[in-house]
């Protein structure tokens, strides 16, 4: 059978055109990234990278790792360097990127900082974790503090709390009013992490900024089994009494769930809580109240989300280097730190789109880092590398869960730094 001419013509063309964008497609750039954002407010904060670089024509390959940066997460990490495929980007905190630097299998980004002049907008605090041996090697996303208190206002104002607590004792006082009104005094998650940033911020209220720099800073063991330490177990076990029977093992976002939906008066964590009250439409000063963990105002522990850039092929390394870009971008830090209730890693950021909880928690970490009072979380992995961390959360979830009393607890904490 002869073979119509035109018709040939029209099959050559669209086999050309069909392997013309089949080429494209392989060649198309793309970042596969694993990360922790798996709540609302997260996800939402996180699309605004993804649509970023899609614009600059970078596919994005999610790898979501929910439960926060746990064992999860690096056990993840972990098996993928080992098998010689690392993620390009992976969500990190602290500690844990000077640890994978140790290794030498995190990529050099000077070349793309220096054109951009990172070194002159990234605050030193946290450079010390997103440099290694004089290198970038990680691009902050954003400055969480850890010392804030997230409450409901209708659920206080049925509670008869008028005046908000400045100190410890006046917020034991007016969570018992709230518990005494039928609600949960404090929605907590019973996980090790969550305990500790209850801890961290009651450590900064009962012994101040020098106290907590010696304990978690500086190691010191005169310190820690100090009476001032002691004093700080026995007011975990004051908030204990104001949490509810089913706190055990509860993921954060869902302890926001119940301030953001009227069913508990306060929470205790960090202003990454802010972006579920966004996403949930709830309004700062109306729905509820943003404040200072009562005794550390003027205080701020902090953590900071990075994206450590993993070494990768040759392809892959352009995509990798606009997405450092991406994530330092200040448009994108303002438009992504709105979302998620931080605050910018740069300090040339203008807070002009932020609610009164930003720009509250921009100001505060001005002052804060102006003063000497900008200090590395503890729980989130800014003070003590891992292995003391670890140890630290032991020691304060069995106390916390009744397993040993106040003494004990000062005690494993010393030999914690001991071992």
């Known amino acids: 059978m002869t073979r119509h001419p035109l018709k040939t013509f029209i099959a050559a063309a669209c086999a050309l055109a069909f392997s013309g964008l089949a080429s494209v497609a392989s060649a198309q750039q793309s970042v596969e990234v694993l990360h922790w954002w798996t709540s609302g407010g997260e996800a939402a904060a996180l699309n605004v990278l993804k649509g970023n670089l899609e614009k600059q024509g970078v596919k994005w390959n999610d790898m979501p790792v929910a439960g926060g940066g746990g064992e ?15 993620p ?4 990190l905190l602290g500690f844990d990127i000077q640890d994978w630097a140790k290794q030498g299998v995190l990529a050099d980004l000077n070349a793309v900082a220096a054109k ?11 450079q010390a974790f997103s440099k290694y041996d004089g290198k970038w090697i ?10 804030w208190v997230w409450a409901n206002k209708s659920v206080l104002d049925k509670a008869g709390v008028t005046t908000m607590p400045t100190n410890f004792d006046e917020f034991i006082a007016a969570a018992e009013k709230v518990q005494k009104a039928g609600f949960v005094a404090l929605a907590h998650g019973g996980q090790p992490w969550q305990d500790a ?10 012994g101040g900024i020098d106290f907590y720099k010696k304990v978690f800073i500086q190691k010191d063991k005169a310190a820690l089994g100090s009476p001032t330490m002691l004093k ?26 119940m301030v953001i939906s009227g069913k508990a008066g306060f929470q205790m964590m960090g202003d990454w809580a802010k972006g579920e009250f966004v996403a949930a439409k709830k309004k700062p000063g109306v729905d509820f109240i943003c404040m200072r963990f009562p005794g550390t105002q003027g205080m701020v522990s902090f953590n900071s989300d990075q994206f450590a850039m993993f070494k990768v ?31 910018p890693a740069r300090t040339d950021v203008s807070d002009a789109a932020f609610d009164d909880c930003g720009k509250k928690g921009i100001k505060d970490l001005a002052e804060a880092s102006g003063k000497g009072a900008l200090v590395g979380s503890m729980a989130h992995g800014h003070a003590v590398p891992a292995g003391i961390k670890n140890a630290f959360y032991d020691v304060i979830t069995r ?21």
């Open 72 to 86: 999860a997460a690096m056990t993840a990490v972990r098996a993928r360097v080992t098998a010689g495929n690392p």
């Open 88 to 91: 390009t980007a992976v969500q």
């Open 116 to 126: 951009e002049g990172w070194d002159k907008v990234v605050p030193g605090a946290l």
């Open 138 to 147: 990680a691009a902050p996303v954003n400055v969480h503090s850890t010392n």
């Open 197 to 206: 940033t209850l801890f961290d911020s009651v450590v900064l209220s009962t």
């Open 232 to 257: 700080a177990f026995d007011r975990m076990g004051q908030l204990r009494k104001l949490v509810d029977k089913d706190f055990s093992n509860r993921d954060w976002n869902l302890a926001s769930a």
């Open 313 to 343: 092929g040759g392809d892959k390394a352009a995509a990798q280097a606009k997405m450092a870009s991406a994530v330092m971008d200040p448009a994108f830090q303002s438009a992504f730190n709105v979302v998620k209730g931080s605050v």
């Open 399 to 419: 106390h916390f869960n009744g397993q040993i009393d106040s003494k004990a607890a000062v005690k494993e904490m010393v030999a914690a730094v001991d071992n």
